[in-house]
């Protein structure tokens, strides 16, 4: 019985502070003149890492390369078995 209480002032202390904080008024939104923060930009671009991905093949060298697995048709069914193989790895 005795944690029942301890619960219950628990309890009212943490409602008595949230019931505090609410007690600014708000503007009103429909207040021409109601005082609004300053807007801050922020750049969408903000934490933007550049893809380092090593050094990329000269086009004449990915078109060679396209040819040999059979066009892009056969450079998806490359990518679909090395997928397959790694899943089989995994089991």
């Not at 990329?56 to 390369?65: G, I, K, L, M, T």
């Amino acid at each position: 019985m005795q944690h029942t209480h301890v619960y219950l002032i628990a309890l009212a202390a943490l409602a008595a502070g949230t019931v505090s904080a609410q007690t600014g008024a708000r503007p009103d939104p429909a207040d021409p003149q109601a005082r609004t923060p300053a807007p801050v930009y922020r750049s969408a671009f903000e934490g933007y890492r550049r893809l380092e991905d090593g050094q990329r093949p000269s086009w004449r060298e990915a078109n060679e390369e396209a040819a040999r697995a059979g066009g892009h048709v056969g450079i998806v069914r490359e990518q679909m078995a090395r997928e397959k193989a790694a899943q089989g790895e995994r089991k």
